[in-house]
């Protein structure tokens, strides 16, 4: 999970290491990965390996909860695992998409890239909402005891209130 909160990080190191690969470029002042020992920012295997760093952990969460559907017989948390493999694979396809939105060059494909991008972005973030607070946290329940929460409550209700909203 810690991973999958990560992606920008680990682009970031693959731009750094190939940043750092090349000295005279650092005495130049640029900022743009040209022609180092590993890679260069206009490579595709700089643009491979910063598309398969930016989706591991999302490929990997897929995985596991795919593999936890399979090993578990029918029951709640069956369905929970395979709607959990679902946001991890929405995950991946905006990642994808804005790897290709952000690669393309302006025109028709670029705009109906960030179209796509946002809209996928969007219920992408909308579901990934609904799965941690109602699924995964057991809130957003109607018909509890407790407004909006859950039946049994551990800590003081406003704290719940805030995780709702702060996990937005």
């Given at each position: 999970?810690?991973?999958?909160?990560?992606?920008k990080?680990?682009?970031?190191?693959?731009?750094?290491?190939?940043?750092?690969?090349?000295?005279?470029?650092?005495?130049?002042?640029?900022?743009?990965?040209?022609?180092?020992?590993?890679?260069?920012?206009?490579?595709?295997?700089?643009?491979?390996?910063?598309?398969?760093?930016?989706?591991?952990?999302?490929?990997?969460?897929?995985?596991?909860?795919?593999?936890?559907?399979?090993?578990?017989?029918?029951?709640?948390?069956?369905?929970?695992?395979?709607?959990?493999?679902?946001?991890?694979?929405?995950?991946?396809?905006?990642?994808?998409?804005?790897?290709?939105?952000?690669?393309?060059?302006?025109?028709?494909?670029?705009?109906?890239?960030?179209?796509?991008?946002?809209?996928?972005?969007?219920?992408?973030?909308?579901?990934?909402?609904?799965?941690?607070?109602?699924?995964?946290?057991?809130?957003?329940?109607?018909?509890?005891?407790?407004?909006?929460?859950?039946?049994?409550?551990?800590?003081?209700?406003?704290?719940?209130?805030?995780?709702?909203v702060?996990n937005?």
């Amino acid at each position: 999970d810690i991973l999958c909160s990560m992606p920008k990080t680990l682009t970031d190191l693959s731009y750094t290491i190939c940043l750092f690969s090349d000295v005279k470029q650092l005495q130049d002042g640029s900022h743009e990965c040209i022609q180092g020992p590993l890679a260069s920012s206009s490579s595709a295997r700089y643009f491979f390996v910063t598309l398969a760093m930016s989706m591991a952990p999302y490929i990997l969460r897929c995985t596991q909860a795919l593999r936890s559907y399979a090993d578990q017989h029918q029951s709640d948390s069956n369905k929970t695992n395979l709607l959990n493999a679902f946001k991890y694979l929405m995950s991946v396809v905006v990642t994808l998409l804005n790897v290709v939105k952000v690669n393309s060059a302006p025109g028709l494909l670029k705009d109906r890239m960030t179209t796509a991008w946002f809209i996928v972005a969007a219920c992408t973030t909308l579901f990934s909402y609904y799965a941690d607070v109602a699924m995964g946290w057991g809130l957003m329940n109607w018909n509890s005891k407790n407004f909006l929460l859950r039946d049994e409550l551990t800590y003081p209700k406003p704290w719940y209130y805030m995780a709702i909203v702060g996990n937005f």
